[in-house]
């Protein structure tokens, strides 16, 4: 055992390169690990640094300045900010207080519909199954109202994050877009001189989380408007706040348009009942989804590294345990990380082969 773990360690660690960056990997990890809700602000403000800099590089290379460019992008930024927080939030407040003022409502006529089951379909469903449905839901809506009360008395240090995120957040995306090449030439300062590995691990993946980080902005801009337009001209309830939902869901692959679903049903269900527009809005939602899936996201996510659904299931699964919101955001960046040093991870077996390569050519 001992010689088979001292094979493998000379294997993949004895080059300096390759320690170099498994410490690296091991710090961040350690860091985000336990400091990562203290870090959360910083790392919001990268994320929409890396939006705005798309914006940013495309002006310079119209040959204008990167100071200015920063600034036009980050005054858009702010305005729309203030149209989230002015015009949007709103809305959805006003939106989520009637729907929970309507949910008592929903929950009774969902109740008397699962009390016909037995005698509909006794076949598939009994007395005590349906019992412990209603159970199941009296007791979710129960620990929902206590968790909402418990988010009410606590709503003085929630309001106090808010601002510190309204504050903070802004004031350091925008020292990270004007002060960007500084930053990063002084924490290369830290670095050895011999860091060929990292430096490009470091230039793959910073353009995979740029593309990544923009690609969803635009797949959540894209979708969630479509959804509106689909659920307004259905003359659907709720149709904001259900576009909202929607176009958030992508963050989550896969998981995100499957959970979403449950509240469109549910909404067209108890505004319609099971009749044509019902099944309509279905419709259209899944074709919507279909085309996000199989249309939208192949031409945002071109330059993205591809990885198999399961990997991605799996990644959210991982990423998103240890380190919750951020992890399931990054979960597909981090999976394209580990894909990306299994790739370019040095080996005695390549020095090798290219030793041997290389004495043939002699």
């Given at each position: ?200 691990v470091w230039r793959e993946m910073d353009a995979q989380i740029g593309n990544y980080v923009r690609g969803k902005f635009n797949e959540i801009l894209i979708v969630g408007s479509v959804a509106f337009v689909l659920f307004q ?26 959970v979403i679903t449950l509240p469109i049903a549910l909404v067209g269900y108890f505004q319609w009942g099971l009749v044509a527009d019902f099944y309509w809005l279905i419709f259209w939602y899944a074709v919507l989804q279909f ?54 991870w040095p080996t005695t077996a390549d020095k090798s082969a290219g030793s041997a390569g290389q004495s043939e050519t002699d």
């Amino acid at each position: 055992m001992f010689d088979f773990l001292s094979a493998w360690y000379k294997r993949y660690f004895t080059d300096p390169q390759a320690a170099l960056l498994f410490v690296l990997l091991i710090l961040g990890f350690i860091i985000v690990l336990t400091m990562g809700k203290m870090l959360a602000p910083l790392i919001a403000a990268i994320i929409i640094a890396y939006l705005l800099e798309g914006g940013i590089c495309r002006l310079e290379q119209k040959n204008m300045p990167r100071r200015i460019a920063v600034y036009i992008i980050y005054l858009l930024f702010l305005a729309f900010v203030f149209f989230l927080i002015l015009g949007l939030f709103p809305i959805v407040s006003q939106q989520l207080s009637q729907f929970f003022q309507e949910v008592p409502q929903m929950i009774n006529n969902g109740q008397e519909v699962l009390l016909q089951l037995p005698a509909q379909y006794p076949q598939y469903f009994s007395v005590e199954f349906v019992s412990t449905i209603i159970t199941a839901i009296r007791t979710g809506m129960s620990d929902l109202g206590q968790e909402v009360l418990s988010f009410s008395f606590a709503s003085i240090p929630a309001i106090i994050i808010i601002l510190v995120y309204l504050i903070l957040v802004p004031l350091m995306i925008f020292f990270f877009l004007k002060d960007k090449h500084q930053i990063l030439d002084w924490l290369s300062r830290f670095l050895p001189t011999e860091r060929q590995l990292v430096t490009e691990v470091w230039r793959e993946m910073d353009a995979q989380i740029g593309n990544y980080v923009r690609g969803k902005f635009n797949e959540i801009l894209i979708v969630g408007s479509v959804a509106f337009v689909l659920f307004q001209l259905m003359d659907l309830n709720y149709a904001p706040l259900l576009a909202i939902l929607v176009g958030l869901s992508v963050l989550i692959p896969y998981i995100g348009a499957a959970v979403i679903t449950l509240p469109i049903a549910l909404v067209g269900y108890f505004q319609w009942g099971l009749v044509a527009d019902f099944y309509w809005l279905i419709f259209w939602y899944a074709v919507l989804q279909f085309l996000d899936g199989n249309v939208l996201v192949p031409i945002l996510f071109s330059d993205a590294v591809n990885l198999h659904p399961v990997a991605i299931i799996l990644a959210i699964l991982v990423f998103g345990g240890l380190w919750g919101f951020w992890g399931v955001f990054f979960a597909i960046p981090l999976a394209t990380l580990v894909k990306a040093l299994i790739n370019v991870w040095p080996t005695t077996a390549d020095k090798s082969a290219g030793s041997a390569g290389q004495s043939e050519t002699d």
